[in-house]
Antibody
Framework: QLQLQESGPGLVKPSETLSLTCTVS??????????WGWIRQPPGKGLEWIGT???????YYNPSLKSRVTISVDTSKNQFSLKLYSVTAADTAVYYC??????????????????WGQGTLVTVSS | SYELTQPPSVSVSPGQTASITCSGD??????ACWYKQKPGQSPEVLIY???KRPSGIPGRFSGSNSGNTATLTISGTQAMDEADYYC?????????FGTGTKVTVL
């Protein structure tokens, strides 16, 4: 059974960098059939896609966050990571990592998120 | 940027049918999927590629997509279906989620 687990600091200071890692177990992150994404959800609000990475390293970002986001993959560790720079209180959210089946490579309009991590709350506060 | 709009809330009696709409410009030309999220839990995919159900999802969940509107239908709604529901589509390599609908089973 595929499992995804987010890890990283739960508290980040304003203007600093939020860094999270998603560890994938029960399957290979290097499969050409899947891409790997980050989605966030501010408390009491809806879901927002942050970005996606394919095992080859191709990345796709939400245009609204693109200038502050980097997603990377480490196939040797079966992990992918998120960095969000210059955070503010508006970046406080539960951050999810998720897999999506892709007809890609990369992303395709038929894709959907089929496995999700449990989510981790990151609070931006001094 | 592309937007998907859902009604904030839908109420339904047990055993009745609930319909949740998701509106977006020419959404029918894209593929829509639907997620269910209970409080404190991760989202779970219910419908993908407009009307396909992953294994393990009950048959009372169905989807359609035409014109500017995708619809999730829950037939024979049960108390366990009370949750938040989100639609999602892709627009130029960008994943867009709907605004979300809270379904209350009265």
């Amino acid at each position: 059974q595929l499992q995804l687990q987010e890890s990283g600091p739960g508290l980040v200071k304003p203007s600093e960098t939020l860094s999270l890692t998603c560890t994938v177990s029960g399957g290979s992150i290097s499969s050409s059939d899947y891409s790997w994404g980050w989605i966030r959800q501010p408390p009491g609000k809806g879901l927002e896609w942050i970005g996606t990475i394919y095992y080859s390293g191709s990345t796709y970002y939400n245009p609204s966050l693109k200038s502050r986001v980097t997603i990377s993959v480490d196939t040797s560790k079966n992990q992918f990571s998120l960095k969000l720079y210059s955070v503010t209180a508006a970046d406080t959210a539960v951050y999810y990592c998720a897999r999506h089946e892709t007809s890609g490579p990369g992303v395709d309009n038929r894709d959907y998120f089929d496995y999700w991590g449990q989510g981790t709350l990151v609070t931006v506060s001094s | 940027s592309y937007e998907l709009t859902q009604p904030p809330s839908v109420s339904v009696s047990p055993g009745q049918t609930a319909s949740i709409t998701c509106s977006g410009d020419n959404l029918g030309n894209k593929y829509a999927c639907w997620y269910k999220q209970k409080p404190g839990q991760s989202p779970e995919v219910l419908i993908y590629q407009d009307n396909k159900r992953p294994s393990g999802i009950p048959g009372r969940f169905s989807g359609s997509n035409s014109g500017n509107t995708a619809t999730l239908t829950i037939s024979g709604t049960q108390a366990m279906d009370e949750a938040d529901y989100y639609c999602q589509a892709w627009d130029f390599n960008t994943a867009v989620f709907g605004t979300g609908t809270k379904v209350t089973v009265l």
